[in-house]
């Protein structure tokens, strides 16, 4: 069962930061966080994922809180090829993932 | 590196039919993997994990006699949707966990199943 509380959907103005909020309150120390997205009729793409440290990639950013119980993926400057739904899942070990309903973000030209 | 490849993109049976969906590990050995269904404007539901060499477990309220899984090597799984419905019609997607990603997962590009 999913284990993470996001907005229904969000929107951002092209070229601006996109920061996308994540409640994960009951995570457990060996729990990570995970984000992907989805483009309409696609599989999910990886984006990034943490356990305690905030991470950057060539794609976003992660924030995790001190007490690990909220994150935030931060895309830093949006174009409209980032319009997608975005999923933050949790999980331990290797097991498996369930989504929740993510977050449909919309860039706006 | 990490790639995941299904077959076919998009397919349309007639009711009664079964149909068969292929998911490839290109690049790395699978052990397991892992199939979602997905309907319109919903989020994705995992479906069943796919073992190497073993049976396949299936969430709760999936049907296994209907939703047949087959890991026969380290690189593929097969998903077959046997006397297909029009309420099968949804979206499939297989994945598959990557040393990479800290086993997070990898996933194919979704197979549209259409019954009619």
Not at chain 2, 33 to 61: C, D, H, I, V
Not at chain 2, 84 to 94: G, L, N, R, V
Request: charged share 15%.
């Amino acid at each position: 069962d999913a284990k993470t509380t996001q907005p229904t959907s969000m929107d951002c103005a092209e070229g601006r930061a996109a920061n996308l909020p994540c409640n994960h309150s009951t995570i457990s120390g060996n729990e990570y966080v995970y984000w992907y997205r989805q483009i309409h009729s696609q599989g999910p793409q990886y984006i990034i994922h943490g356990l305690k440290n905030n991470e950057t990639n060539e794609m976003a950013s992660l924030i995790i809180t001190e007490d690990r119980k909220s994150s935030t993926l931060i895309l830093p400057h949006a174009t409209l090829r980032d319009t997608a739904v975005y999923y933050c899942i949790v999980r331990v070990g290797r097991g498996q993932f369930y989504f929740g309903t993510g977050t449909s973000l919309t860039v706006i030209p | 590196g990490a790639v995941v490849s299904q077959h076919p993109s998009w397919v349309i049976c007639k009711s009664g039919t079964s149909v068969k969906i292929e998911c490839r590990s290109l690049d790395f050995q699978a052990t397991t993997m892992f199939w979602y269904r997905q309907f319109p404007k919903q989020s994705l539901m995992l479906m069943a994990t796919s073992n190497e060499g073993s049976k396949a477990t299936y969430e709760q309220g999936v049907e296994k006699d209907k939703f047949l899984i087959n890991h026969a090597s380290l690189t593929l799984s097969t998903l077959t949707v046997t006397s297909a419905h029009p309420e099968d019609s949804s979206f499939y997607i297989c994945s598959a966990p990557s040393s990479r990603l800290n086993y997070g997962y990898t996933f194919g590009s979704g197979t549209r199943l259409t019954v009619v």
